[in-house]
């Protein structure tokens, strides 16, 4: 099984639907990001968490909002999507800043 | 605002050759991280670099991290196909806390 596990793995959506992704882990990492994918652009940090009450704004959380329901699970809602937040999602773990970011598969997410 | 900016963005080569991918940053930071993406797949770690002069190896490839010039360098020796891939750099530290990716570099090696 992959230790971060993202779910759905596609989806396609209409502008102004809610939205909400899902990101588990089996790492026992406290720090989880969420990440968004664009071509040509490199990924740019949307939220990340460092503990259950410790969430904090990355480079481009406008649109969205994250829930960290337990040191294992890390969610990341669109609350009304929009066509320009079509993109590839990616959560990731680590366990500290001196370690690498274990990415999942991420999420493909268009937005019609 | 901490800002990657990695050359080439393109590179195709042929098997064999020798490159490197360079990895410039804006401000002070004190690790770096390389990673590969596959098309269609998620990004495997590939170098973590903690500190000025840290060079790791691997395979063909070798990372190393100058924190004074603010530059990383990967260095592929003896391309071969399998190599072909997105290689990102990505320096710690920003506005937030964790990375700040570079646009990478798409590597497509040639027979």
Redesign the interface.
Same mark, same amino acid.
């Given at each position: 099984d992959a230790d971060v596990t993202q779910t759905p793995r596609n989806r396609i959506t209409k502008t102004g639907k809610r939205i909400m992704l899902e990101c588990s882990q089996t790492k026992g990492h406290d720090r989880m *990001?969420w990440?968004r994918q664009d071509p040509?652009?490199?990924?740019?940090?949307i939220y *990340?968490s460092?503990d259950v009450k410790d969430i904090?704004?990355?480079?481009i959380s406008d649109g969205y909002s994250v829930s960290r329901q337990a040191q294992a699970k890390f969610s990341l809602s669109l609350e009304s999507a929009i066509p320009n937040q079509t993109a590839l999602y990616?959560c990731?773990t680590s366990g500290s800043?001196? @370690?690498? @970011?274990?990415?999942?598969?991420?999420t493909r997410l268009s937005i019609l | 605002e901490l800002k990657?900016e990695q050359n080439p963005?393109f590179l195709s080569m042929q098997e064999g050759k020798n490159y490197t991918i360079y990895c410039n940053y804006s401000t002070t930071s004190d690790?770096l991280?390389w990673?590969r993406q596959d098309p269609g797949?998620? &990004?495997?770690?590939l170098f973590?670099l &903690?500190s000025n002069g840290a060079v790791k190896q691997e395979g063909r490839l070798m990372a190393s991290l100058d924190t004074k010039a603010r530059l990383s360098t990967l260095h592929i020796t003896a391309a071969v196909h399998d190599l072909s891939a997105t290689y990102?750099c990505?320096p710690?530290g920003?506005?937030?806390?964790? &990375?700040?990716?570079?646009?990478?570099t798409h590597l497509i090696i040639q027979p």
């Open positions: *990001y990440y040509g652009l490199g990924l740019r940090l *990340y460092f904090n704004k990355g480079e990616f990731a800043s001196n @370690q690498p @970011q274990h990415f999942g598969d991420g | 990657v963005l690790r991280y990673y797949k998620s &990004l495997e770690s973590v &903690l990102f990505a710690y920003g506005r937030a806390d964790g &990375l700040t990716f570079g646009k990478g």
